[in-house]
């Protein structure tokens, strides 16, 4: 067979792997673990090819983390029911399949392909819950809660900010209005789902976007006024779908501040202060902990920068912190000021925010933690590329 033929080959078979990752967030799409998990072993087995094929290098930083990752579970005594080996393995996979750990530049086509196919799929999404407005208070659209459906909005509008000139330079009207079309339904959508760790995360990536992107103030100026037009236009669309996010405000009044997030938090600020260094363990919470669904042996962080002090630790956070910060600094070096630089740049500055308030990064089984550590795994493999072609400067 023709290289273009293999091509395509692959082309077909990345989609198929990326829509059962992410479609099974659909509720009337039944997805088994089982699946899923076929899935995500073809696209793992995929890389490993190219790793013994094309030979990698491998990302310390990243090694470092899985091993104090793994330590931590071997250092605290976790009970049967979190299945921490078998929850380890599927984050490793994850993390070889998606993640930084290693750099090659196959693996930045293979990163370049599957992000492409998530951000439709995402656009899909967003498009398809648009006929459900005003069917739920916490919009969800055809996904199975609002946590899932607000994050994948906001990285609809970030690409969309990122990559406006493609959309809008020398473009015929017909592009033009597509692109405004998309902006507007992708507010719409995050204004409904009532998600302000989302809203909040996507407004200081998109302000990050404007200031690094504007290499005059009038250039910001009119950046900002484009932006201001485009949300007050679209505010006769959106105005009735604030109802979930002034509610929020309302319960969280009556409950003194609080919220079932600030009990998550506490629990988490706890299980580190019971075991500071490393942590309770990967995968691992305290009992009677806020989170904790023991009906179905479930954990839900509340927060992804406090569930790694709570589960691995100082010696954990401080591990991921370097990882995250040299890939994002090594990012800004970059000479080239392409739209894929600032769309990473933008992406990590989001996740960054977003992680305050959701806990998703050690859940192999979150279609966020996947888009997460294949965001970190491609700005890697961006920066290697570039460094190799001489791309990278000294600050």
């Excluded at 997805?31 to 995500?40: D, P």
């Excluded at 931590?72 to 399949?97: D, E, G, Q």
């Excluded at 302000?207 to 236009?233: C, D, E, H, M």
Aim: contains cysteine; aromatic residues 16%.
């Amino acid at each position: 067979m023709s290289n273009k033929t293999n091509n395509n080959i692959l082309n077909v078979i990345l989609f198929i792997c990326v829509s059962i990752l992410t479609l099974r967030v659909i509720t009337f799409i039944d997805i088994s673990a089982t699946l899923y998990y076929v899935a995500l072993s073809i696209l793992f087995f995929i890389v490993i090819s190219y790793v013994l094929i094309y030979g990698t290098r491998v990302d310390k930083n990243t090694l470092l983390f899985l091993i104090i990752a793994f330590i931590s579970i071997l250092l605290n005594v976790i009970p049967s029911k979190f299945s921490p080996y078998a929850r380890y393995l599927a984050f490793l996979m994850m993390i070889i399949t998606f993640g930084p750990l290693f750099k090659s530049k196959p693996l930045y086509d293979f990163n370049k392909r599957i992000i492409y196919i998530f951000i439709f799929l995402f656009f899909l999404i967003v498009l398809l819950s648009i006929p459900l407005l005003g069917s739920q208070v916490y919009f969800a659209g055809i996904t199975e809660q609002s946590m899932v459906l607000a994050p994948i909005s906001a990285i609809c509008i970030i690409y969309l900010v990122s990559n406006k000139q493609q959309f809008w330079k020398n473009s015929k009207i017909i592009k033009k209005i597509i692109y405004l079309l998309l902006v507007f339904a992708s507010l719409v959508i995050i204004i409904a789902t009532a998600s302000r760790s989302a809203i909040i995360g996507c407004l200081i990536s998109i302000l990050f976007y404007f200031l690094v992107t504007s290499k005059n103030l009038s250039k910001l100026i009119k950046s900002f006024v484009v932006f201001i037009i485009i949300i007050g236009l679209s505010y006769p669309i959106w105005r009735n779908q604030m109802d979930g996010i002034l509610l929020k405000f309302e319960i969280q009044d009556n409950m003194g501040g609080n919220n079932s997030r600030t009990a998550m938090w506490n629990s988490r600020i706890t299980e580190f202060k019971y075991s500071p260094i490393i942590g309770i363990g990967f995968s691992n919470v305290l009992k009677e902990s806020a989170g904790y669904r023991s009906e179905i042996d479930s954990i839900e962080l509340g927060s992804s920068w406090l569930g790694l002090l709570s589960q691995m630790g100082v010696v954990g956070f401080i591990s991921f912190f370097m990882l995250f910060f040299s890939i994002f600094l090594n990012l800004w070096k970059i000479k080239t000021n392409d739209s894929t630089k600032y769309f990473l740049l933008s992406l990590l500055i989001f996740f960054g925010v977003h992680m305050i308030f959701e806990g998703y990064i050690l859940a192999a089984g979150s279609i966020l933690s996947i888009f997460f550590w294949l965001i970190l795994g491609f700005s890697n493999n961006y920066i290697f590329i570039n460094k190799k072609n001489g791309n990278s400067k000294n600050i």
